[in-house]
């Protein structure tokens, strides 16, 4: 039996809607169209809104196990299809993170949408990962201690109880029980209840980033309510972080190798007429030997190891000139110039919340062994990058059951995706789309993430296109613009 709760709120939020596991699994395509009327659309309030953006929200059970239990209202938005005579349905955004806001997200680049709304109204939520800054206390949302690379199996326990210590007191203080639900799976069920609440059949889909892990959990539940599935700059989550580890060090080597030409070549290198390489690789050891100390005001004070100056590798393709600069003050121990950029990497992503995001979909290592084997492949892939990945260190203090673990994609029943990168997102998110029969990916020939948001007219004309007429482009596509 379908069960729907409801009531009305003031303001322009429209009415909250609570969908049961049981409504959900016993729901017929038929019957899905008759909860329409139950979510009620009124102009957002606030600043900045885009012209015609409308609200709402809904609730949904925070342990979706207990469809009766306590519940998480997530807030919704959509922009309206501009063309509505020729409407085909709705688009389903699914941010990215850790922890990134939809709406937020929405109303900056609603201008992107201009051509895909003229056919779909665009819809987005607040997910449950961005959500809980309402309700989860203090001690989940706090900074994190950070990470080092530890040389021997002592040092990885250590660090790994600082970071469970601060797991704990969240899990602790969490009276909601949102913390440790976190996962790609509660959040497609998440999005399943508002496909539901639309009235949609089926939901096109547009996912960014660390959005592939609710996407891809969400075509493994629910195939046959998705039309089409673009997916921008995801990682590859079915298949798990090892894949991860190697493609991140195979395209961060590139990253580097191009970066030492690029000096080689170029007289405003600040590093130009000696051997980059030579002087990237010896930072690293002198900074292994005697860490750099560095101070944001953001971030506090910490210690750059060479561990935590590949960090900020990413630096030498987006802006060569200025890491070149970076590099030559660090080597004459100032690493200002990093200090922001790691030591908010590092915050950020060992503060419990972003654990409980990415730990949760088996994102990280959790035991000594583990880590030696990706440290081992890292030696073998990338000379220039010998390390470990901080976002992989960061789930040794998980000690909570994997709730989305990492298995292959079963395929039956999905129709053919659409993936898009830029050379540094590129390999994870085809390798994810080439396991879909009929899918295809375009590669954007430059740096970036999230495409269609930030960058590639290309990218963004052949995602219409797709979610419009469903025709992909042809096998080996490469955007130049």
């Not at 250590?158 to 639900?181: H, I």
């Not at 004309?461 to 080996?476: I, M, Q, S, V």
Request: proline share 7%; glycine share 10%; aromatic share 8%.
């Amino acid at each position: 039996m379908t069960t729907i709760k409801q009531r009305r709120r003031r303001g322009t939020r429209g009415v909250v809607i609570g969908v049961t596991v049981a409504a959900l699994a016993g729901m017929t395509p038929g019957a899905s169209a008759a909860l329409d009327a139950q979510l009620t659309w009124r102009d957002c309030a606030g600043q900045g809104i885009p012209a015609g953006m409308q609200c709402a929200a809904i609730e949904v059970p925070v342990d979706w196990a207990k469809p009766d239990g306590s519940k998480v209202e997530l807030d919704l938005a959509r922009l309206p299809a501009t063309d509505p005579a020729h409407r085909i349905g709705s688009v389903f955004t699914i941010p990215g993170g850790p922890g990134e806001d939809g709406i937020a997200s929405m109303k900056q680049f609603a201008d992107r949408y201009t051509t895909l709304r003229q056919r779909f109204d665009v819809v987005t939520s607040s997910p449950r990962n961005s959500t809980p800054v309402k309700k989860l206390p203090a001690s989940c949302l706090k900074f994190g201690p950070g990470v080092s690379e530890p040389g021997n199996r002592r040092e990885y326990e250590a660090q790994a109880k600082v970071l469970a210590r601060a797991v704990a007191t969240c899990r602790k203080e969490d009276r909601s029980g949102l913390f440790t639900r976190l996962d790609g799976l509660s959040m497609a069920r998440d999005v399943e209840a508002i496909r539901a609440a639309l009235g949609e059949e089926r939901l096109s889909f547009m996912a960014w980033s660390a959005g592939g892990s609710p996407a891809t959990a969400y075509a493994r539940l629910f195939p046959q309510r998705i039309r089409a599935m673009y997916l921008d700059g995801v990682y590859n989550q079915p298949d798990g972080k090892l894949l991860w580890d190697r493609m991140l060090r195979e395209y961060g080597e590139k990253q580097l190798r191009g970066f030492f030409d690029w000096c080689a070549r170029t007289s405003t290198c600040a590093l130009h007429g000696e051997d980059a390489g030579k002087v990237w690789r010896k930072l690293l050891k002198d900074a292994d030997r005697s860490p750099i100390p560095v101070t944001s005001a953001q971030f506090g004070e910490g210690k750059l190891t060479g561990f935590h100056l590949q960090m900020a590798a990413g630096l030498a393709e987006a802006d060569p000139g200025a890491f070149a600069k970076a590099v030559d003050k660090a080597r004459h121990g100032d690493g200002s110039a990093f200090a922001d950029n790691i030591l908010g990497l590092l915050a950020v992503y060992t503060r419990p919340i972003t654990l409980a995001q990415r730990c949760s979909d088996g994102l990280g290592y959790t035991t000594w062994t583990e880590h030696r084997q990706a440290l081992r492949e890292a030696r073998k892939i990338s000379p220039d990058m010998p390390y470990s990945t901080f976002d992989g260190l960061v789930c040794s203090g998980w000690k909570i059951p994997v709730a989305n673990p990492a298995r292959p994609l079963p395929v039956n029943g999905l129709p053919p995706f659409l993936g898009a990168g830029s050379r540094f997102d590129f390999p994870w998110t085809d390798s994810l789309t080439r396991t879909i029969p009929g899918s295809t990916s375009v590669l954007y020939d430059g740096p970036g993430h999230v495409l269609y948001l930030t960058g590639s007219k290309c990218v963004v004309e052949h995602a219409d296109r797709y979610l419009t007429e469903l025709k992909l482009p042809p096998a080996g596509t490469v955007c130049r613009v």
